[in-house]
């Protein structure tokens, strides 16, 4: 079984930074990507960003980019999102989902999932 443990949310005002972090353990899979999605009340799950697991490449949702960075440390098996200049439009349940197929867009191609961890920035 594969596990993805995200840490790291919590509740900021705006401007601040914040740092998830995203840890793989469990059996050993193929992954194409990695990547963090978010979900706000009453709203579908959006794409944040990822990065291919081999390569580095990244991938930025248009509103999160400049002010987010994603990053992974393959020796740790482990994913980042550093999150500067946060907005009260960045409050949601952050997702840390690893890729098996090869469109890092779409979230029907994330096969596993962690639980979810809450980032809340007041204004």
């Known amino acids: 079984q594969v596990q993805l443990t995200e840490s790291g949310g919590g509740l900021v005002q705006a401007g601040d930074s914040l740092r998830l972090s995203c840890a793989t353990s469990?059996?050993?899979?193929?992954?194409?990507?990695m990547a963090w999605f978010r979900q706000a009340p009453g709203k579908e799950r959006e794409f944040v960003a990822a990065i291919i697991w081999s390569g580095g490449g990244t991938y930025y949702a248009d509103s999160v980019k400049g002010r987010f960075t994603i990053s992974r440390d393959i020796a740790k098996n482990t994913v980042y999102l550093q999150m500067n200049s946060l907005k009260p439009e960045d409050t949601a349940v952050y997702y840390c989902a690893a890729n098996t197929g090869t469109y890092v867009y779409f979230i029907s191609d994330y096969r596993h999932w962690g639980q979810g961890t809450q980032v809340t920035v007041s204004s």
């Open positions: 469990g059996r050993t899979f193929s992954r194409y990507a």
